[in-house]
């Protein structure tokens, strides 16, 4: 849900009766027993050649539950649809501590992948009440011939 929420100055714009005022955006991330650190991964522009990684971090704020390792995947966006994002893409978990890195390595791209592709990241928590979390991965394919 956003909720605007302007901010004005107390102090008059010289020669008027107006105020200086902003409506800065306030990003806030509820948290359950068990949490991403992001909702998305943004790969941004992909060459088909690159090689390029973006992780995020779950972790456990449930002081009855400890994390066990974690399984995670990539699917598409929507079930039987088809994902050639999945034939260069990989997912690896690696232990930080009581939380857990969650890598998705984009290793070039199929050449069947879309000009914007989208997938969900699914993460296994193991948590009684919350067992899979998930984030929107998307990026863009660029172009053949166009470089960063």
Do not use: C, M
């Not at 997912?91 to 857990?100: E, L, N, Q, S």
């Not at 948590?127 to 053949?144: D, I, K, M």
């Amino acid at each position: 849900h956003s909720y605007p929420l302007e901010l004005a100055s107390d102090v008059p714009i010289p020669d008027t009766k107006r105020v200086h005022t902003v409506a800065p955006a306030w990003n806030l991330q509820v948290l359950g027993p068990v949490a991403l650190s992001t909702p998305s991964l943004e790969f941004g522009l992909v060459r088909a050649d690159e090689t390029l990684a973006k992780s995020v971090r779950l972790e456990s704020f449930d002081p009855t539950f400890t994390l066990a390792a974690p399984r995670a995947r990539l699917e598409p966006l929507r079930p039987g649809e088809p994902f050639p994002l999945a034939e260069t893409a990989a997912v690896h978990v690696h232990p930080r501590g009581p939380a857990f890195d969650i890598e998705v390595t984009l290793a070039g791209l199929a050449p069947a992948v879309p000009a914007n592709f989208l997938a969900r990241l699914v993460v296994e928590t193991g948590h009684p009440r919350l067992a899979t979390l998930e984030a929107l991965v998307r990026g863009v394919r660029a172009p053949e011939g166009v470089s960063r």
